[in-house]
Antibody, heavy 127, light 109 residues
Framework: QMQLQESGPGLVKPSQTLTLTCSVS??????????WHWIRQPAGDKLEHIGH????????????VYNPSLRGRVVISSDMSKNQFSLRLTSVTAADTAIYYC???????????????WGQGIMVTVS | AIQMTQSPSSLSASVGDSVTITCRAS??????LAWFQQKPGKAPKLLIY???ILEGGVPFRFSGSGSGTDFTLTISGLQPEDFATYFC???????????FGQGTRVEIK
């Protein structure tokens, strides 16, 4: 069973760049076709999909999809040799303070069966 | 972007009660809807996908229905472990972004 684990700084200063890594265990990122997602949740607020990266075997499709509200500040990338994927968010502000989750989706998948496996989440504060 | 309006934002119920939560999409999403349960300090857990299909291991007291723009999650016979927050998610427009509902907190009366 695949497991995901986020890592990165818990505190970032305004205007700096936030980089988070999601480590994949229990399966290889190259074993199937996947979407690799980042999702965040500000305190007391609803979940927000940040974006996802599409891979197929060892091939990164390059079809990254990002939330329009973050487009231009966010990049999701993968390092399949390390079984990891990462989130890079530039020019952070207090509004980026949230719990950040990574999630995986094996594709093709049934409608709605998108975020099946989640990491435990990592709290990031911008201050 | 497709917006999801979830209601109510919170509800109080007793063990054994049945509760219904609704989500309305701003445009038709066929059956591209999922329901999640989230407990404090935990990641969300997928309960239902394709509007009405129960994810493996989820108790049968959870059920989903709807198609198009209007969807419901019903919990028949609340158990103590069901007190949590529930979110809907649309993934019909997967070329854009995925949108969650605002969440419904189910509290003990």
């Amino acid at each position: 069973q695949m497991q995901l684990q986020e890592s990165g700084p818990g505190l970032v200063k305004p205007s700096q760049t936030l980089t988070l890594t999601c480590s994949v265990s229990g399966d290889s990122m190259t074993s199937h076709s996947f979407y690799w997602h980042w999702i965040r949740q500000p305190a007391g607020d609803k979940l927000e999909h940040i974006g996802h990266l599409s891979t197929s075997g060892t091939f990164n499709h390059g079809f990254d999809v990002y939330n329009p509200s973050l487009r231009g500040r966010v990049v999701i990338s993968s390092d399949m040799s390390k079984n990891q994927f990462s989130l890079r968010l530039t020019s952070v502000t207090a509004a980026d303070t949230a719990i950040y989750y990574c999630a995986s989706q094996k594709v093709p998948s049934a409608p709605g069966r998108t975020f099946v496996i989640w990491g435990q989440g990592i709290m990031v504060t911008v201050s | 972007a497709i917006q999801m309006t979830q209601s109510p934002s919170s509800l109080s119920a007793s063990v054994g009660d049945s509760v219904t939560i609704t989500c309305r999409a701003s445009q038709a999403i066929h059956n591209g809807l999922a329901w999640f349960q989230q407990k404090p300090g935990k990641a969300p857990k997928l309960l239902i996908y394709a509007a009405s299909i129960l994810e493996g291991g989820v108790p049968f007291r959870f059920s989903g229905s709807g198609s198009g723009t209007d969807f419901t999650l019903t919990i028949s016979g609340l158990q103590p472990e069901d007190f949590a927050t529930y979110f809907c998610l649309q993934d019909y427009n997967a070329s854009g972004n995925y949108n969650f509902g605002q969440g419904t907190r189910v509290e003990i009366k």
